[in-house]
């Protein structure tokens, strides 16, 4: 366990600046960082933060422009693979930021194997992390051991906690705007769908080997629409084939939006659906922040990690061979019978959550 709180706390005047250090660039890492992120505001509501990010991510900042004051793009750095390494750029960037140090540099990019010594090189007052225990390097005070076993929003809190920050606010939160819901009612295929008379779909993943199959995305999606829900597949440009897949085995007529919608109209049109059955990526996350009810199937990554808190609104779907029998919140949530779920074990799933008997 790390620390108790208040080891190694941090004091900053009302005028202080904070770097956040997380260079990634999947949608659910950045929003298990957000509880993290209101304790650390929380603690210092008068302090300049900024994230060190990737640039793609400056939703960040329009989206919790309250815990977030600005984004300094990450300019790479060996061992990290999110952004190609340019030593010109590196050298460059830390110059820049060493002119007026950081008084804190928070760093919230995993173990810290590799991260520390990005964060080292910032020249900020202070530097706090994790790291990781299997390794000599330390780093400070302020550096407490990497937990392993903890869901992903539970790590970065327990990082804050330690700090001197406590909360217990792990709620994830997507802030709306009119202009979200504008872009949905402008979209001609789905302006007129009302509130809950539909599913939304999600077939893709960013590694493909978190997707689960087409045609048992479509086994569940036909049933579905049998029961008079309208089926929308979503998801990225980068994801329409996975999309066009799933179409293209159902039955039943879909409606195939995937590649079609921004970040803010994707969120306006899952706050309004029953239900979101879908991989283990970034919307699973998006549809815990909006609380949407979701299935949510696991081929390879952690379920411990990345699952949602909420085990009563979000029921993930494991894979056999990710199971540890009855350790941690596993013991919560569903084990398939084999390492690839079936289409019954997620529309069983998915027909509970419908019908409101876990009560989410």
């Not at 004091?11 to 993290?36: K, Y």
């Not at 050298?91 to 991260?115: I, N, T």
């Amino acid at each position: 366990m790390v620390g108790t709180a208040g080891r190694g706390a941090c004091a900053l005047n009302g005028t202080g600046r904070i770097a956040v250090v997380r260079a990634l660039h999947g949608l659910g890492d950045m929003l298990c960082a957000v509880p993290a992120l209101r304790a650390l505001r929380r603690a210092h509501p008068a302090a300049d933060i900024a994230l060190i990010g990737l640039p793609e991510c400056r939703w960040m900042i329009e989206r919790f422009g309250r815990l977030l004051d600005g984004l300094l793009p990450f300019p790479g750095f060996p061992g990290i693979p999110e952004r190609p390494f340019a030593a010109t750029a590196l050298e460059r960037f830390v110059r820049s930021v060493r002119r007026a140090p950081f008084d804190l540099a928070l760093q919230m990019h995993g173990s810290g194997r590799v991260s520390n010594a990005f964060t080292a090189l910032l020249g900020a007052r202070a530097a706090a992390g994790f790291y990781d225990a299997s390794r000599q390097e330390r780093y400070g005070a302020r550096f407490f051991p990497y937990p392993e076993r903890q869901a992903e929003v539970h790590r970065w809190l327990t990082l804050t906690k330690a700090l001197g920050y406590p909360s217990r606010d792990d709620r994830l939160e997507f802030p709306m705007t009119d202009e979200d819901r504008a872009a949905l009612r402008e979209h001609g295929a789905l302006a007129g769908l009302e509130r809950g008379s539909f599913v939304c779909i999600h077939p893709g993943a960013r590694d493909p080997a978190r997707r689960w199959p087409p045609e048992r995305f479509s086994a569940v999606a036909n049933v579905l629409a049998g029961r008079g829900f309208r089926v929308v597949l979503t998801g990225t440009h980068a994801e329409r084939p996975a999309a066009d897949a799933v179409a293209a085995a159902m039955k039943r007529r879909a409606l195939n939006v995937a590649g079609e919608t921004s970040l803010g109209a994707l969120a306006a049109l899952l706050e309004r659906a029953a239900l979101l059955v879908g991989n283990d990526t970034g919307v699973s996350h998006l549809a815990a922040a909006l609380r949407v009810p979701s299935v949510i199937v696991f081929l390879r990554s952690d379920p411990e990690r990345w699952a949602p808190i909420d085990l009563a609104r979000h029921r993930p779907i494991v894979g056999r061979h990710l199971a540890r029998a009855g350790r941690g919140r596993l013991a919560r949530m569903r084990i398939a019978r084999t390492d690839m779920p079936e289409a019954a074990e997620v529309l069983e799933e998915a027909t509970m959550l419908l019908n409101g008997v876990y009560g989410g």
